[in-house]
């Protein structure tokens, strides 16, 4: 099912007879998900993700705007007869019941000639419960179940229905690293088993750059791009974006643009085709500064960090927002270092020019997003 | 035993002591007044040993009327006062606007003094030379004719007994229940609108095995409390229940060690004790029927 929404508003009227700030959960949110797709909702706590994913499924319902389930407009619809799944943050499974009654429980709701009968909703049951791998612990009540597998569960109880849209609010978020892993994967699967067009938040930007077709980052209510992980994460729209996307995140410079070229500290490190003069931030990722005797930019080195097969040196400029300056690089580079200055060369695609005032980006390079 | 565990003695003694002297002592005692012929206070004597008290009492009519006035009062008032509670809890719980107001007026009666509440009741519904009271005014727009609550036919003072302990019993029974209808998480709720469950369905599949702790609770002491009524009959119809045919088992015991007719330790201690295996027999079914039925959140 196509999900489109068209400058989606929430504003949560300020509390008491006090005049306080409006909260503007969501501010005029548009974005179109295709048939099938998996769309990963990014953003820091509190900048809205939530909020879209109860006005889409309808237990909020928005100060303005409209949403499309397909062709038919659902804003008015209760989110009764929306026909979503959700996986609700905390799992909401009902404590009294079995894995197999929770599971069954939509079915159970159906009315009318939808209605099942009863080898029907135990067969669609037991086709779900295969589905997320939990077909052996039917019997056994959620407090009795791990993590995991009450996460499983609870995707088992939003897909058994067969829902026009699947929605998961930050279902990883109490797993342990590991489980999260493997779990992510399991997610993917089964939305590529059931094609089920999905939407899943998370503030975990390995999370949602893992498994997502697209990724929609937000901040403060605001969508700030729209895209395939890698292209986000390759061409930032804006200075917000590019230090969410990126582990380790990318490093920040302060910098001018005089004369079309891009100067950090005395340093010219970038060509500015056609930024005008002005105060500018300047990111390059960790893997677009790479160490050379003659490289473009000069800094102080302070050590370097073994991590695994990564390899960091660690640096410091002036000019740099952060303390430290990271480069990834391979061990081969490495024994060139020595003394007490490092210069780094820049990867030309692993550099960005933003404003110094907005945060946009200012070189041409950014694609449609 | 070790020391550390002579030391934890030491530190229960005082409480042991207080249970042992105010607690088990009378209990131990009043089971063995039951089987003494007699007994007298004064004199400290009996005239023998056995079950005359108990064959006595049970063939006595006016403990065979408390007997059946007390299980009418646990029949009626127990099922009738949770399910009230239960209606209007979920009725506040409902509302949004003026929760706290309602809330705080259904706490209400529970500050309040029986015996005020009874005078209360007393002025609803007694006759008297000049008037037959306010009910039985609102009985004549009906045209229906005047009857006498207080001193008339027994299903009338049954009626108004039941009604006075439901009301009494009332606000505790709503306390509880909306603050356990307050505790059920919201994601419930949601997570079921969302499955698009009809509201009976949440209502029985949801809620009440949510509060079902709650229920058992109130209808066990429910029943306890209602087994143990006295204080309501006498603030409606006066200290010699026996005559007004309104007598409960405590009333009993109570006027066979103190009333006009008094002075029957023996007989009392032997009342006692049927309530003590009545109220035990229907504690022990409760535990065993709910033990099937509820959910306990561990
Ligand atoms: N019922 C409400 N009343 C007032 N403000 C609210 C309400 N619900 C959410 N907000 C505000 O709206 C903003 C967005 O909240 P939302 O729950 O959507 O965040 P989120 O992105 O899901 O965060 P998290 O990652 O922490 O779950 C927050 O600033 C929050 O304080
Ligand atoms: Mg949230």
Known sequence: MKVSVRDLTKIFPARGRKKGEDVVAAGHVSFEIEDGELIGLLGPSGCGKSTILNLLCGLLQPTEGRIFFGEEDVTDLPAEQRGVGMVFQNYALYPHLTVMQNIMFPLQNFKGDRKLSREEIKKRTDEAARLVQIDGLMDRKPAELSGGQQQRVAIARALVKMPRILLMDEPLSNLDARLRLQTREEIRRIQRETGITTVFVTHDQDEAMSISDRIIVMQSGVVNQIGKPQEVYDSPANLFVAKFLGNPQINTFRGAVRGGEVYVGGDCILPADGIPDGEVIVGVRPEGLIPAPDGALGCRLRGVEVMGRDISVLAEHDASEAATVRSIVSAENIAMLGGGTVRFDIKPGKAFVFAADTGLRLDGRRADG | ?298
């Open chain 2, 1 to 298: 035993m070790g020391k550390r565990s002579a030391k934890g003695w030491l530190y229960l003694l005082p409480a042991i002591l207080f249970l042992g002297f105010f607690l088990v002592y009378p209990l131990v005692d009043v089971f063995v007044y039951s089987f003494e012929e007699s007994y007298n206070f004064a004199s400290q004597t009996y005239a023998g040993v056995g079950t005359f008290n108990y064959s006595y009492i049970l063939r006595d009519p006016y403990f065979l009327q408390a007997i059946k006035n007390t299980f009418i009062l646990v029949i009626i008032t127990v099922p009738v006062s949770t399910g009230l509670a239960l209606v209007i809890s979920l009725a506040l719980n409902s509302i949004e606007r003026l929760r706290r107001l309602f809330q705080t007026v259904y706490f209400l009666p529970y500050v309040t003094n029986t015996l005020a509440v009874g005078l209360v009741f007393m002025i609803l519904f007694q006759r008297t030379p000049y008037t037959d009271g306010f009910v039985n005014l609102m009985l004549s727009w009906f045209g229906a004719g005047p009857v006498d609550f207080i001193d008339g036919p027994y299903a009338a003072k049954m009626f108004v007994l039941c009604l006075y302990t439901v009301w009494i019993v009332l606000p505790f029974k709503i306390l509880i229940l909306t603050s356990a209808l307050a505790s059920v998480s919201k994601d419930y709720y949601n997570a079921a609108r969302i499955d698009n469950t009809p509201p009976f369905r949440v209502f029985r599949k949801i809620t009440l095995p949510m509060i079902s702790p709650s229920i058992v609770y109130l209808v066990i002491t429910g029943f306890i409390g209602a087994f143990k009524a006295y204080s309501d009959a006498v603030a409606l119809f006066g200290t010699n229940l026996n005559a007004a045919g309104m007598n409960t088992i405590v009333g009993y015991v109570y006027d066979m060690l103190y009333g006009s007719s008094g002075g029957y330790p023996s007989y009392a201690s032997a009342a006692a004790i049927v309530l003590f295996v009545i109220v035990l027999t229907i504690t022990v079914i409760n535990l065993l029927v709910s033990r099937k039925h509820v959910h306990y959140n561990s």
